[in-house]
Structures are given as C-alpha cells and as structure tokens.
C-alpha cells in the first residue's frame, strides 16, 4: 500500500517532520557556520567532514540544516582525531566509509519499515480507502519511539560482534602495519546472471539475491573466512589461511550443487600482498582472483601459482595445472583446477 494515495501531502510533510525530529535528536537549528563555531571546529573542515559521510550542504549559508546532535557528533568526531586515535588524514576516508556502509543499511530499512508501517496501516486505519490521518501520526510515532531503539541496539550488537570476530584475526599483530596484510582473496559469481536477470520478475530477482548471499555467507564464515562485499551476482571474500580458502571455495560450489534452482557458479582464489584500506582489499590478488573467477568455467574452482604452492601438502585437495591463460592485464596467467580428492572428473 502507498501511503501517498491516501493522504493529503501537508500530512504527509507533518509526519515526515515530526520521525526526522525524532531521528535527528531535535529540530534543524543551526547553520553550517553556527554549528561549526558550537562544535570549536573550523568552518571548512566541518563541511568536509559533512560531505564524506555522504551528506550534501545546503546552498543557501543561511539555511538551518544541524540539530544539537550534530553538533555533538562532529565535536565528539573532531576530538578524536585530536587525541591521537585517528590521524588527520585518515579521517575524512573514514567517515566516508562510514557513510557509505550507514547509507546503504538506511535504505534497507526504511524500506522494510515503510513495509511495516504500511502493512499495520492497513490492517487497523483503513477502512472504506479512507485514513484516519491523526492515527497515521500515533502509529508513526509508536513505530519510530517503539522500533528504532531496538534496531539501533541490534546494530551496536552486531558491529561489537564483528569488532571482536576481526580482532581475533589480527590477535598478535598489536604494534604491526595491519594495513599490508598476505590474504587469499576470493570471487564466486553466478553464471549467466545478466541474462537471468531479463527472464525473471522484480520479486523473483529479490529471492535469488537473497538466497545467494545467504548461502555464500555461511559457507564462507563456518570456513573461517570473511565476506568483504557483495556487489549484486558476486561475493568477494578472504581468508588467512589457504587451506580454509580452498575448503570455502569448494564449499561454496557444493552449496551450489545442493540447489539445483540456483545458477552455477564461477569461483577464483589468489594468494598474495593485500592493502587493506576501510574494509576493502586492493592489490595484484585481488585482480588475479578476479580474472580467473571470469575465466573459469560453471561449477569449478581456479586458484593461481601461488595458492597452489602453498596447497601442495593438502591431502584433502587436488590440483591440475592448466595452460596459461590469457585474461585482461595478464598474455600468460599460470592457473590451477581446484578439486576436493574424492572428485576424480
């Protein structure tokens, strides 16, 4: 149900008002120039710091665009990067990944919010394709007091939960340049994807893309990997270990094979020197493992010179040598067909 069919649009601006006051701890009060000489911060790098989270100033130097919490957080931010815990340059790339990870889980949730909303709307308000526009207030107001308290403590939750997961992986790296790490990184897409995406309905979509990322995500973490992102038919994952990267990635196929309404699956694995930069991996293991994902065929595993050295003592895998390939950036890529022993194709 669309909400907006149903109400009148200064309704529609009062409820929107009163959820972003609630939101943003209290009304827009400040301007830019105002809200930086509350926090004590200079005027230009509030506005930088404004703009990487992924926020855009209003044209108008006179507009009241900041709440008290505004002001809070970007002194808060500021005074840690001041103390030390954050260098300066580091800190508009942070909060630019911040923002960027935060935009992204917004939109989710107000959708799935909207959904609710609107769902309980027309369960209990609507009746005759009438609104009762003062009980659409209350229930936005429940929902926004009710749920959000809940959601943000979930987030709290959930990001603690994966600060000590990524701890424990860098246990004894105290002191150490953690952003130069040597990591297996891995692709796995689905296969024929695009044209997939033609043949099936918006809802259809929906439930591949789920099941996808639900199935590569608990192969790769019960592995003993890390997922680094999903981007639509393709997870990119990591693994400090090889023989867990090998294990995920054949892993990761027999999942496939376990759901035949599912697409195959590509996958590629390199071992290598990686830069970690915002949770994000960068270097020649990451090109690699994406050219051989692309080069390799449905429902197999290729892995590069380097990975394979380093599984030559595994006895629970197999290793094949193929011909060098020719893949974009690289005329003779050394490659290797990853099997589980007991395949004997």
Partial sequence: MELSEHLDPTVLGLIQSEVEQTLLGGPR????????EIAGVPLERAQRLWVSMGFAIDADPDAAMFTDADAAA?????????????????????????GQSMSRLAEWQVAVLNSHL??????????????????????VGALTSGLLPTVEALQSYVWR???????????????????HRTLVVGFADMVGYTSLTRRIRVDEL??????FESQTTSVITQGGGWVIKNVGDEVMFAAEHASDAARIALGLQEAARTHPEQPD???????????VRFGD???????IAARLTSAARPGTVLVDAELSAALVDDD???????????????SRLRAFALRPVRDQR
């Fill in 316 to 330: 629970g895998v197999q290793l094949r040598s193929l011909r060098p390939l020719r893949v974009r950036g690289y």
């Fill in 281 to 287: 991996l960068f270097g020649e293991a990451v090109n």
């Fill in 206 to 211: 929906s439930a591949l893309l789920e099941d």
């Fill in 29 to 36: 009060r400040y301007t830019r120039e105002q809200v930086a």
């Fill in 74 to 98: 970007l002194r808060g931010l500021v005074g840690f990067v001041d103390s030390g815990a954050l260098a300066q340059d580091a800190a508009v790339a942070a909060t630019r990944a911040l």
């Fill in 161 to 179: 939960r994966h600060l000590a997961a990524a701890t424990a992986r860098r246990a004894g790296s105290v002191g150490e340049d953690t952003t």
């Fill in 265 to 275: 699956l590509r996958v590629g694995l390199a071992l290598g020197p990686v830069l």
């Fill in 118 to 139: 609107a769902e309980e709307l027309a369960a209990t308000h609507l009746d005759a394709g009438t609104l009762d526009e003062r009980a659409l207030r209350d229930a």
